[in-house]
């Protein structure tokens, strides 16, 4: 197995992070902007990549920027918004062909850093400012993206519960904004949100693929000759240390079966030193359908059409959810918290637990099989500090023993319940 060699570049210039590999038959370049979380301007932000991919001065109008990626052999562009722990993240993404398998002598991945450049430095303004006819037209498309999310129930529910378990905080505010903000935003003011970004965001580009590490250097240090903010990665995630009282949240809607929800605290985070612990942890209680919560609750009791637990690696935060009949809300929490209980406890299997590393693991190879897979371990490796060497993350889960399962487990703190029911 192939281990991942991040070589990155620090200073005033963008963040550059390269790993070379022939393995793919593209390049993936991924740029990302970051900064802490902030109520007032998370709407704004929102819509920032969408107005910079709908056109830029060169490139006017989509259709035009669709014609250059078609030009340089299909290459494929998107964007995404989201959150990392304490910060909110804008994503350009661009994948394009390897130049080994092309006949064209320029440089794509050349082109490629120059159009991304283009879109992010070169939007299309007037009068000082966004396009208004363009904001206006993103902020529309920005309302259909939010009402079809309304429409998946599990996000909607997600959502909800992150408002209600940090409604304190930053982290309340969900990445792509809120709803009622949108008629109120301008070209002016989201333009002024769009400068702070690029002067007080953290920027920096990943490239995955086959190429050589020096001609790149070259390229990108040409190409974004900006200064750069030099911030560091917000590695410390506000975890409150006491549940004062479990909180029980409801709503109502016209749904056809509920989504129960419960949200700990879990007081890890992935630049903890005990992170795998915490995740083996989640791997024996319900990652995965031979976990605790899906054979207890739909194997046996058939009560869950789905029961499972993730992690907001960034944040602490571990979320405990599963599909079900109204009517069996009460027994869903008893047998959710039982699985929790036996795990404080320490009742599980050496088994169970090394069935939950193995499976870890092969997340972590099936990984390396993609771009994407890759370009994930890539970030986390930024974001944690530490190695992304296969063997070495390998050696990170293999050497968690069931003290530190238990351990972990025991830190967990479950902060708010959430109901997803249907109309009264």
Same mark, same amino acid.
């Given at each position: 197995?192939?281990?991942?060699?991040?070589? &990155?570049?620090?200073?005033?210039?963008?963040?550059?992070?390269?790993?070379?590999?022939?393995?793919?038959?593209?390049?993936?370049?991924? =740029?990302?902007?970051?900064?802490?979380?902030?109520?007032?301007?998370?709407?704004?932000?929102?819509?920032?990549?969408?107005?910079?991919?709908?056109?830029?001065?060169?490139?006017?109008?989509?259709?035009?920027?669709?014609?250059?990626?078609?030009?340089? +052999?299909?290459?494929?562009?998107?964007?995404?918004?989201?959150?990392?722990?304490?910060?909110?993240?804008?994503?350009?993404?661009?994948?394009?062909?390897?130049?080994?398998?092309?006949?064209?002598?320029?440089?794509?991945?050349?082109?490629?850093?120059?159009?991304?450049?283009?879109?992010? +430095?070169?939007? #299309?303004?007037?009068d000082g400012a966004f396009h208004p006819q363009?904001?206006?037209?993103?902020?529309?498309?920005?309302?259909?993206?939010?009402?079809?999310?309304?429409?998946?129930?599990?996000?909607?529910?997600?959502?909800?519960?992150?408002?209600?378990?940090?409604?304190?905080?930053?982290?309340?505010?969900?990445?792509?904004?809120?709803?009622?903000?949108?008629?109120?935003?301008?070209?002016?003011?989201?333009?002024?949100?769009?400068?702070?970004?690029?002067?007080? @965001?953290?920027?920096?580009?990943?490239?995955?693929?086959?190429?050589? /590490?020096?001609?790149?250097?070259?390229?990108?240090?040409?190409?974004?000759?900006?200064?750069?903010?030099?911030?560091?990665?917000?590695?410390?995630?506000?975890?409150?240390?006491?549940?004062?009282?479990?909180?029980?949240?409801q709503d109502h809607l016209e749904v056809k !079966?509920?989504?129960?929800? #419960?949200?700990?605290?879990?007081?890890?985070?992935?630049?903890?030193?005990?992170?795998?612990?915490?995740?083996?942890?989640?791997?024996?209680?319900?990652?995965?359908?031979?976990?605790?919560?899906?054979?207890?609750?739909?194997?046996?009791?058939?009560?869950?059409?789905?029961?499972?637990?993730?992690?907001?690696?960034?944040?602490?935060? =571990?979320?405990?959810?599963?599909?079900?009949?109204?009517?069996?809300?009460?027994?869903?929490?008893?047998?959710?918290?039982? !699985?929790?209980?036996?795990?404080?406890?320490? @009742?599980?299997?050496?088994?169970?637990?090394?069935?939950?590393?193995?499976?870890?693991?092969n997340l972590l190879l099936e990984a390396h099989?993609?771009?994407?897979?890759?370009?994930?371990?890539?970030?986390?490796?930024?974001?944690?500090?530490?190695?992304?060497?296969?063997?070495?993350?390998?050696?990170?889960?293999? &050497?968690?023993?069931?003290?530190?399962?238990?351990?972990?487990?025991?830190?967990? /703190?479950?902060?708010?319940?959430?109901?997803?029911?249907?109309?009264?």
């Open positions: 197995m192939e281990n991942i060699t991040i070589n &990155s570049d620090e200073g005033d210039s963008l963040k550059l992070h390269l790993y070379n590999t022939d393995k793919f038959k593209t390049i993936s370049l991924m =740029l990302t902007m970051r900064a802490p979380l902030d109520k007032q301007s998370i709407t704004s932000r929102a819509l920032i990549p969408q107005i910079l991919t709908g056109g830029s001065m060169k490139y006017p109008t989509r259709k035009q920027l669709q014609q250059k990626l078609d030009e340089m +052999y299909g290459a494929e562009l998107s964007w995404d918004t989201y959150k990392k722990g304490e910060d909110h993240c804008i994503s350009l993404k661009m994948e394009i062909s390897a130049e080994q398998f092309l006949n064209d002598s320029d440089s794509l991945l050349h082109s490629s850093l120059l159009l991304l450049h283009e879109m992010i +430095y070169n939007p #299309l303004i007037e363009i904001v206006e037209r993103e902020k529309q498309f920005l309302k259909q993206r939010m009402d079809s999310m309304f429409n998946d129930k599990v996000l909607y529910a997600h959502v909800r519960l992150v408002e209600e378990m940090f409604e304190d905080e930053a982290y309340a505010s969900p990445p792509y904004g809120r709803r009622e903000e949108i008629n109120s935003l301008h070209a002016q003011s989201v333009f002024q949100v769009y400068n702070d970004m690029l002067r007080n @965001d953290r920027f920096d580009l990943f490239i995955v693929g086959a190429f050589n /590490e020096r001609d790149v250097r070259v390229m990108v240090n040409e190409v974004f000759c900006e200064k750069y903010n030099n911030i560091s990665l917000n590695r410390n995630s506000s975890i409150r240390s006491k549940v004062d009282a479990v909180k029980v949240v !079966q509920g989504t129960l929800l #419960l949200g700990y605290r879990m007081s890890t985070t992935i630049q903890d030193e005990h992170y795998e612990a915490a995740r083996v942890a989640n791997a024996v209680f319900g990652r995965f359908p031979s976990s605790k919560l899906f054979r207890a609750i739909r194997e046996r009791e058939g009560l869950a059409y789905y029961a499972h637990s993730q992690i907001e690696s960034s944040k602490g935060l =571990l979320v405990a959810m599963a599909g079900i009949d109204f009517e069996h809300y009460e027994r869903v929490i008893e047998l959710m918290r039982d !699985q929790e209980y036996a795990m404080k406890k320490g @009742d599980f299997t050496e088994a169970e637990m090394e069935q939950g590393k193995a499976l870890l693991i099989d993609s771009p994407e897979g890759i370009m994930d371990i890539f970030i986390q490796a930024v974001d944690s500090g530490f190695s992304a060497a296969i063997q070495d993350h390998i050696k990170r889960i293999s &050497s968690v023993t069931k003290e530190d399962v238990v351990n972990a487990v025991n830190k967990w /703190e479950l902060d708010t319940i959430y109901f997803l029911n249907r109309k009264e």
